[in-house]
């Protein structure tokens, strides 16, 4: 009851606007910031590496994402046992992720050994964030949504 107050008062509206807005805002200023102090080359690898991650949230997704929401939200009858599924499925993709992952990053010049770890960590947290945000907006918590966003 009290959730559903604050939730019409204008700085409520206003924080979520801003939680959604600054890390964009941010990202942007930074890659500004980047183009103009850094190597051409370092520049490049920086943009690869943040595509791929960006590109590695739909792959590692499938897609499945539309599918589960809906059926939690369909049927309410045991949902934790839904997304425990969900998760399960998305630790099996993340596991081939990994292996084709090490076996395609390794064959890249500019990244050594321990950048293929911490890319394939990036991916999988990016996606699990992603994921997790997807669920809280569907249960109707979008304040906390937006704070996993920021």
């Given at each position: 009851?009290?959730?559903?107050?604050?939730?019409?008062?204008?700085?409520?509206?206003?924080?979520?606007?801003?939680?959604?807005i600054?890390?964009?805002?941010?990202?942007?200023?930074?890659?500004?910031?980047?183009?103009?102090?850094?190597?051409?080359?370092?520049?490049?690898?920086?943009?690869?590496?943040?595509?791929?991650?960006?590109?590695?949230?739909?792959?590692?997704?499938?897609?499945?994402?539309?599918?589960?929401?809906?059926?939690?939200?369909?049927?309410?009858?045991?949902?934790?046992?839904?997304?425990?599924?969900?998760?399960?499925?998305y630790?099996?993709?993340?596991?081939?992720?990994?292996?084709?992952?090490?076996?395609?990053?390794?064959?890249?010049?500019?990244?050594k050994?321990?950048?293929?770890?911490?890319?394939?960590?990036?991916?999988?947290?990016?996606?699990?964030?992603?994921?997790?945000?997807?669920?809280?907006?569907?249960?109707?918590?979008?304040?906390?949504?937006?704070?996993?966003?920021?």
């Amino acid at each position: 009851m009290k959730y559903n107050l604050l939730r019409n008062l204008p700085f409520y509206k206003f924080l979520n606007t801003a939680l959604r807005i600054f890390p964009l805002g941010m990202k942007f200023l930074f890659i500004a910031i980047l183009s103009k102090y850094v190597s051409i080359e370092d520049y490049g690898d920086y943009l690869l590496i943040a595509t791929t991650i960006t590109i590695s949230i739909f792959v590692l997704g499938l897609d499945y994402y539309n599918f589960s929401i809906r059926n939690i939200l369909k049927e309410k009858i045991d949902v934790t046992t839904k997304i425990y599924n969900a998760f399960f499925l998305y630790f099996l993709i993340y596991s081939i992720f990994i292996l084709f992952g090490n076996i395609f990053f390794e064959n890249i010049s500019f990244i050594k050994k321990n950048g293929v770890v911490l890319i394939i960590l990036l991916c999988i947290t990016e996606h699990l964030n992603q994921e997790i945000y997807r669920l809280q907006i569907a249960f109707k918590k979008i304040l906390t949504a937006n704070v996993i966003f920021f």
